[in-house]
């Protein structure tokens, strides 16, 4: 089972960056997928999940109206289009999957970093 992230960067706050997730090794099509989000010095935060047929998605309210979520055209693919970035949104981004229990999860990918400069 693999699960990686990529798309991370550095952007001056009011851009965007798109994250992209894939996940390898189970029928992750089937699978619930999130994003997390840590930034340094504090716990790992849920910032949004997608159900298995990306039609049901949630938000943390930090991030409603800048984030989207969304699947691939192969459902093992994940996105995270980050829209209007602020500094506060700087952290390492990890993508999971394989819901255990309530925005818990069995698969996490190694993260990846976003920075947004003021």
């Known amino acids: 089972v693999q699960v990686a992230e990529s798309g991370g960067g550095l952007v001056q706050a009011g851009g965007s960056l798109r994250l992209s997730c894939v996940a390898t090794?189970?029928?992750?099509?089937?699978?619930?997928m999130a994003w997390f989000r840590q930034a340094p010095g504090k716990e790992r935060d849920f910032v949004a999940d997608?159900?298995?047929?990306?039609?049901?998605?949630d938000y943390a309210d930090s991030v409603k109206g800048r984030f989207t979520i969304s699947r691939g055209g192969v459902k093992n693919m994940v996105y995270l289009q980050m829209n209007s970035l602020k500094p506060e949104d700087t952290a390492v981004y990890y993508c999971a999957t394989g819901l255990t229990g309530v925005r818990r999860y069995a698969y996490w990918g190694q993260g990846t970093q976003v920075t947004v400069s003021s």
């Open positions: 090794g189970l029928p992750f099509s089937d699978f619930d």
């Open positions: 997608i159900n298995r047929s990306g039609t049901i998605s």
